[in-house]
C-alpha cells in the first residue's frame, strides 16, 4: 500500500534451509529510502538473508529515483513480491481460487500472467501453444468474428488459432522479411503445414470452374498430382509447357489464364525459368485487354537467400517447401506462401481458415529457428555441392551432372544473375554460391543405369539413401527404382526421369567425407545385381 506520507512495503524470500525470512517496513517516505539504503550491506552480512541483498539493493536504487509514492512492482525481482502469484513469468491462479472444487482448479483456475504478457522479454520467438484466446467481453468476440481474413492479427488480437497464432504469426514476419515483405506492405506471408498445402491453397485461392491455368512439365509430382486427381475434376483446365522457354508460356495463354505457374529450379534437372522474361509474357497478355494472371513460383530449391522472386517484376507469389531449407533440420513439415497482393493475401487466408491447414506453434517456433542460420548454410551448402559437383562431373561413370553453378549447366548464365546469395545488401564475403541441390545421371545402357544408380546409392556410408532433401545431412534418392518405379517407364522417360538419374542433397559434412564416400560408391556401383 502506498500513500504519500508513508510507504509499506513487504517482502517474502525462502533462503536455504527451508527457513521463511519476512521483512515488512512500514515508515515515511523518507525513512523508508533511508533504510532500504542500508538493507544490502546488512543483508550481505546474515546468512540467512544474504538471497535478498540484490533485491534490497534494487529497492534502494529505486526509492532514491522517486522520492514518494513507491510501487513496489520496481523491485524488479517479481518472484519477491508479496502478493501471492503477483509477477510469475508464466501463469497464475485466478483470484479466489482455494475456494474453487478440485475439479475446477485442475481444469481452469490458472491464467496467464500480466507479468508473462507485458514484461517476459525471451530473445527467441515464444511458443503459444493455446488453441483458444480469452477475449475482453461480447463486443470484442463480435469484432474479431466479423474481421476479414488475413494473415496477421491486428491490436484486437487473436480468437482462435486456426484463424492465426502468435508463434505462427512471428515466424511468418520472419519469411515476409526475407522475401521483401516488411510490415508496412498490403502483403505478407503464410504458413502452413507442409510445402503441399502452401502450393494447394495458393491455386485453391484464385482457381474456379472455368479457368484456365500453365505448369511446367518438370513441376513437382505432388502439384502435378493435385492437377490430375483434383483441379481438372473441378472444371479447372490446365497446360504443360516446357519453363525453359518465356515463349511457350506465351503461346499457352488464354482469356481465362488465371495462373501462370513455374518452379524454379525445377525438381530434379535443376532447370531454371527466366521469371523476368515470363513477367514480360504476362504483363504483353495483360496489355492485350485480358486480366492479369498470378505469377507464382516454387522456390524450394533457390530458398529466398539465393532468389527472391517478388523482386522480380510481374511476380505476384512466392511459394517454398519450408520443410526443406527453411526449416533445415529435416524435424518438421511446414509450407510458406508470400505475396505482397493484399487481395491474394485475403484470399489465400480464407482457404487457410477453411481447411484447416495452419503451421503448428511448436512447428512455426522451429521454423524460425532455422532461419536464423538460413545464410551460413546456404553458404555452406552451395560451397559442398560445387565440390561435390565437379567430382561426378570428372568420373567417367557419370554421363552427365545437372548444377546451376557448373558452366556446363544448360542454365549457368541465368544462375549467375538468379542465384544472388543474399542479394546486394548481403554483407558476406564469400563466394557466389548456387544451392545445394544437383541431380547427375550415371553412365550405361538403360538396364545398366538402373542398376548403376541403385547400387550406388545402397553402397553410401556417410550419404543417406532417404527422400526430402534441404536438411543437415546429405541425402540421395534413385527416381526409377524408388519414387517412380510404379510410373510406366515410358511416362517416367517422358518426363525426364531417366533411367541412370539420381538427385543429391548436398549437407553440411567434411566436404572430404562426402567426396571419399562417393568414390567408393562409384567405384563399387557395379559389384551387385
Known amino acids: ?101 478440485y475439479a475446477t482448479r485442475c481444469a481452469s483456475v490458472v491464467k496467464v500472467s500480466d507479468y508473462a504478457i507485458r514484461r517476459v522479454k525471451a530473445l527467441s520467438l515464444p511458443i503459444v501453444l493455446g488453441s483458444t484466446f480469452e477475449l475482453d467481453d461480447s463486443a470484442h468476440g463480435a469484432r474479431l468474428h466479423a474481421k476479414s481474413e488475413t494473415a496477421y492479427a491486428d491490436g484486437d488480437g487473436y480468437v482462435y488459432s486456426r484463424w492465426g497464432s502468435p508463434t505462427n504469426e512471428g515466424a511468418a514476419r520472419q519469411v515476409a522479411a526475407l522475401e521483401g515483405v516488411g510490415p508496412d506492405s498490403d502483403g505478407g506471408c503464410m504458413l502452413f503445414s507442409s510445402g503441399m498445402s502452401a502450393i494447394t491453397a495458393s491455386l485453391m485461392a484464385v482457381l474456379k470452374a472455368g479457368d484456365h491455368a500453365v505448369f511446367p512439365f518438370t513441376v513437382y ?41 513455374t518452379e524454379s529450379p525445377a525438381n530434379p534437372t535443376c532447370r531454371l525459368t527466366d ?31 539465393h532468389q527472391r522472386c517478388l523482386e522480380v517484376p510481374g511476380v505476384d507469389v512466392a511459394i517454398h517447401s519450408a520443410t526443406k531449407y527453411i526449416g533445415g533440420h529435416s524435424d518438421i513439415l511446414a509450407g510458406a506462401a508470400t505475396t505482397e497482393s493484399g487481395e491474394f ?61 557448373l558452366p556446363s549447366h544448360p542454365d549457368h548464365e541465368l544462375a549467375k544473375r538468379v542465384f544472388s546469395s543474399g542479394g546486394p545488401g548481403c554483407r558476406s564475403r564469400r563466394a557466389q554460391s548456387f544451392g545445394g541441390m544437383l541431380a547427375f545421371i550415371i553412365a550405361g545402357d538403360d538396364e545398366t543405369a538402373l542398376r548403376r544408380g541403385r547400387r550406388l546409392c545402397e553402397r553410401l556410408e556417410v550419404i543417406t539413401l532417404a527422400v526430402s532433401l534441404g536438411g543437415t545431412e546429405s541425402l540421395i534418392e534413385h527416381p526409377a527404382s524408388m519414387t517412380h518405379a510404379m510410373i510406366p517407364r515410358a511416362d517416367r522417360l517422358a518426363g525426364g526421369l531417366r533411367d541412370g538419374l539420381v538427385r543429391l542433397s548436398v549437407g553440411l559434412e567434411d566436404i572430404d567425407d562426402l567426396l571419399e564416400d562417393l568414390e567408393q560408391a562409384l567405384t563399387g556401383c557395379d559389384d551387385g545385381q
Open 1 to 101: 500500500s502506498e500513500s504519500a506520507r508513508r510507504s509499506s512495503l513487504s517482502v517474502r524470500c525462502r533462503p536455504p534451509r527451508r527457513h521463511m525470512l519476512r521483512l515488512q517496513l512500514s515508515a515515511p517516505p523518507g525513512a523508508a529510502r533511508r533504510a532500504f539504503a542500508a538493507l544490502p550491506r546488512l543483508a550481505a552480512t546474515r546468512p540467512l538473508a544474504r538471497p535478498l541483498a540484490p533485491a534490497f539493493g534494487r529497492a534502494a536504487r529505486a526509492l532514491s529515483a522517486k522520492p514518494v509514492d513507491i510501487d513496489p512492482s520496481l523491485l524488479g525481482d517479481t518472484s519477491l513480491s508479496g502478493a501471492a502469484g503477483d509477477g510469475v513469468p508464466v501463469g497464475t491462479p485466478r483470484p479466489g481460487w482455494n475456494k474453487y472444487g
Open 221 to 261: 509430382g505432388g502439384t502435378h498430382e493435385f492437377l490430375v486427381e483434383f483441379a481438372q475434376h473441378w472444371g479447372i483446365e490446365y497446360s504443360l509447357v516446357d519453363a525453359t522457354d518465356p515463349a511457350a508460356y506465351a503461346a499457352a495463354l488464354r482469356p481465362s489464364t488465371k495462373v501462370v505457374y
Open 275 to 305: 521469371l523476368e522474361a515470363v513477367g514480360e509474357v504476362v504483363k504483353k497478355h495483360a496489355a492485350a485487354g485480358h486480366a492479369k494472371p498470378w505469377v507464382m513460383c516454387d522456390s524450394t530449391f533457390a530458398t529466398p537467400f
Open 345 to 405: 493475401l485475403h484470399a489465400l487466408a480464407k482457404v487457410q481458415k477453411l481447411l484447416g491447414a495452419p503451421l503448428a506453434p511448436l512447428e512455426s517456433f522451429l521454423l524460425a529457428r532455422g532461419l536464423r542460420t538460413l545464410h551460413v548454410r546456404m553458404e555452406r551448402h552451395g560451397e559442398n555441392a560445387m565440390r561435390v559437383a565437379k567430382l561426378l562431373e570428372a568420373s567417367p561413370l557419370v554421363e552427365q551432372v545437372f548444377y546451376p553453378g
